[in-house]
Nanobody, 127 residues
Framework: QVQVVESGGASVQAGGSLRLSCTVS????????LGWFRQIPGKEREGVTS???????AYADSVKGRFTISQENGKNTVYLQMNTLKPEDSATYYC?????????????????????WGKGTLVTVSS
């Protein structure tokens, strides 16, 4: 069983930065797709950014230029660096992984069809 655990959520002021971490317990295939998502209660989940096993990334328009997804060399941990945070970035952020990596950006940004999900970490941005 693959476990996904997020951490790093906090309350920050607008304009500030935060880095979220996500640990994936194991990679069952060498081809994989990682994604960060966010959701506000009562609203649909939004795909934020994706990263596949060859390093290809994609971002939602709402976070381009402000958020960066990256992965440690040992690949078990993936990060979401969030800069210039806005109140509208407040949400519960979820990390997820899919095997294999086919159509990774679409899986994350459009379809949200990932195999394993974390339980989320809360980010609150105050104005």
């Amino acid at each position: 069983q693959v476990q996904v655990v997020e951490s790093g959520g906090a309350s920050v002021q607008a304009g500030g930065s935060l880095r979220l971490s996500c640990t994936v317990s194991k990679y069952v295939y060498s081809s994989y797709c990682l994604g960060w998502f966010r959701q506000i209660p009562g609203k649909e989940r939004e795909g934020v950014t994706s990263l596949d096993n060859v390093g290809t990334t994609a971002y939602a328009d709402s976070v381009k230029g402000r958020f960066t997804i990256s992965q440690e060399n040992g690949k078990n941990t993936v990060y979401l660096q969030m800069n210039t945070l806005k109140p509208e970035d407040s949400a519960t952020y979820y990390c997820a992984v899919a095997f294999p990596a086919a159509h990774c950006s679409a899986s994350v940004l459009l379809h949200h069809n990932m195999n394993y999900w974390g339980k989320g970490t809360l980010v609150t941005v105050s104005s």
